[in-house]
């Protein structure tokens, strides 16, 4: 049969560019849920609006009344969840909606998901034998690295931010449901993403956005934190992957092997501004480093041999030949910026 797939916060970053994959050559019915709050945008749909296999829902995924309705309604049979609040400076300044969402909306995604392929603990109905909820994670959960070691699917949980908190708690949340229920759930923790249609809060879009106005890019510190980048669609072919094939129950790592510091990011991007769009002077001058980030983590990184070696899942980018894609596609889509 065909699914029927809820993707919520498909609007957003990652998740349009997961239903941008997942549309082509497929039959499935697509569901997006957003709530079209600053991180969510339908321009990054519209990619899908005109075909009769996609429909977008305006919500929000703490309203439990609306959830209970959509699944009884449209009788999901897949969950892609990406809806969430994560940018970490808003966590410090305000959490009570990293709290909210993060935490109850994934409570009543899971939990009506639940009562609709259900009939008790290890009871599954028949019509929901194939049934799946992917919960999209983070790397943040696990806490900060020093200068060696990798994340792997086996190391202890110790976030250091309200989002990564909020986070971490909704991944446990998810996991009780399995090792309580069996309900058939798959977590992904992934590395930083950057690519087309990222918020310009973000770092790397903020670095272009700075550069290209002539205005000062502020680099945390002295900018030696190091993030672990992956191309955002090679994470939504990972997610794609788990999906289909991850074994039910389990957490799968999608990382780039792509360890970078934050103050060669923001070189690497303006040395290759100064080639595509050069300036009087070179825009590494436009550099200016800041107060750090309150209990900024030092080191992430991902160890991805799990999803590699069991589900055959290789990231095509490297992080020099994405971030090129990347800078290009802004430069054609200023507006974002």
Request: aromatic letters at 10%; glycine letters at 6%; proline letters at 3%.
């Amino acid at each position: 049969m065909k699914n029927k797939i809820l993707v919520t916060g498909g609007a957003g970053f990652i998740g349009s560019n997961y239903v941008e994959l997942i549309l082509k050559n497929n039959e499935d019915q697509i569901i997006v849920l957003d709530k079209l709050t600053y991180a969510g945008n339908l321009k990054n749909l519209e990619v899908a609006s005109n075909l009769n296999n996609y429909s977008f829902i305006k919500g929000d995924i703490c309203d439990q009344a609306l959830v209970e309705r959509l699944f009884n309604e449209y009788k999901f049979n897949k969950v892609v969840h990406f809806a969430a609040e994560s940018h970490v400076d808003n966590s410090i300044s305000d959490p009570s909606a990293f709290i909210q969402t993060n935490i109850v909306g994934t409570f009543n995604l899971v939990h009506s998901a639940y009562c609709l392929w259900m009939d008790g603990p290890n009871q599954l109905k028949k019509e929901f034998i194939d049934a799946r909820f992917l919960h999209v994670s983070t790397d943040e959960v696990y806490g900060a690295l020093g200068e060696i070691g990798l994340f792997t699917e086996e190391t202890a949980y110790a976030p250091n931010s309200p989002y990564s908190a909020s986070k971490a708690s909704s991944d446990f949340i998810v996991r009780s449901y399995f090792h309580t229920y069996r309900m058939p759930v798959v977590t992904t923790n992934c590395s930083n993403n950057y690519g087309a249609r990222q918020h310009k809060e973000k770092l790397i879009p903020t670095i272009i956005r700075k550069a290209l106005s002539g205005q000062e890019i502020p680099i945390y510190g002295n900018g030696k934190n190091i993030r672990d980048w992956i191309y955002v669609k090679d994470h939504c072919k990972g997610i794609k992957l788990v999906l289909e094939k991850g074994k039910l129950g389990e957490t799968y790592n999608i990382g780039g092997r792509n360890e970078r510091e934050n103050l060669y990011i923001a070189n690497t991007i303006c040395d290759l501004l100064d080639r595509l769009v050069p300036n009087k002077t070179p825009y590494r001058d436009q550099i200016n480093f800041v107060k750090d980030r309150a209990g900024h983590d030092f080191r992430y990184a991902i160890n991805a041999n799990k999803i590699q070696n069991e589900l055959g899942w290789e990231a095509e980018e490297n992080f020099e030949s994405g971030i090129l894609k990347t800078i290009e596609w802004y430069l054609n889509n200023k507006d974002q910026l």
